[in-house]
């Protein structure tokens, strides 16, 4: 298993650019989830899903979309990005969302 | 409001010292309890859990923490640190609701650990 992959690794984008960063896992997850790390404020839920079809709103959410088609794949699309958006993202994973959380390597993400 | 509290921004031990790392909580409901440690340029690794049963859990890499539930505390310890240690380490409470599957997980803002030769 590869686990959770996410791509690109790196990515420098300008405002107002638009981008979707990807997210994978090939362990039949149903629970997906991202995240964005900044310094000294840990990591902070942007959007979850629960199974193919179903997302809702974490505590970050604006500026951002998210969709599930699939169980294995769950993106994560910027549409006008902006300098805040700068960060580190990280995708999850887990079986159901009382499991154990498996993370994806990130992707570092700059806005100019 | 749900929270999880670290107020320990950086932790230095000398290598063979016993560490630990410490972590508050508040949840409505039974909480799931996590610790995941980061190495620089890398993603988060799971290294513990609690869920039920013993207050005292066992993990990865000798860690292991305590579960204390009237001080809503989850601490996470280990005898004796090494040098290959130093991390950045983050606690985190999942709270579950019933039998619904919309349990968030919500981080503290990570402790660095410096463990010195």
């Known amino acids: 298993n590869a686990g959770v992959t996410q791509t690109p690794k790196f990515q420098v984008l300008k405002t107002g650019q638009s981008m979707t960063l990807q997210c994978a896992q090939d362990?039949?997850?149903?629970?997906m989830s991202w995240y964005r790390q900044d310094p000294g404020m840990g990591l902070r839920l942007i959007h979850y899903?629960?199974?193919?079809?179903?997302?809702d709103q974490g505590e970050v959410p604006n500026g951002y979309n998210v969709s599930r088609s699939t169980t294995e794949d769950f993106p994560l699309r910027l549409l006008s990005a902006a300098p805040s958006q700068t960060s580190v993202y990280f995708c999850a994973s887990s079986p159901t969302s009382a499991t154990t959380q498996y993370f994806g390597p990130g992707t570092r993400l700059t806005v100019l | 409001a749900q929270s999880v509290a670290q107020p320990e921004d950086q932790v230095n031990v000398a290598e063979g010292n016993p560490l630990t790392v410490k972590c508050t909580y508040s949840?409505?409901?039974?909480?799931?309890l996590f610790w995941y440690v980061q190495y620089p340029n890398r993603g988060l690794q799971f290294l513990l859990k609690?869920?039920?049963?013993?207050?005292l859990v066992k993990g990865s890499y000798g860690f292991e923490a305590e579960f204390n539930k009237s001080q809503t505390s989850f601490h996470l310890k280990k005898p004796s640190a090494l040098v290959s240690d130093s991390a950045l380490y983050f606690c985190a409470v999942r709270a579950f609701h019933g039998s619904g599957n919309t349990g968030k997980l919500i981080f503290g803002q990570g402790t660095t650990l410096q463990v010195k030769p």
């Open positions: 949840v409505s409901g039974n909480p799931y």
């Open positions: 609690y869920i039920t049963g013993d207050n």
């Open positions: 362990m039949n997850h149903e629970y």
């Open positions: 899903s629960v199974g193919a079809g179903i997302t």
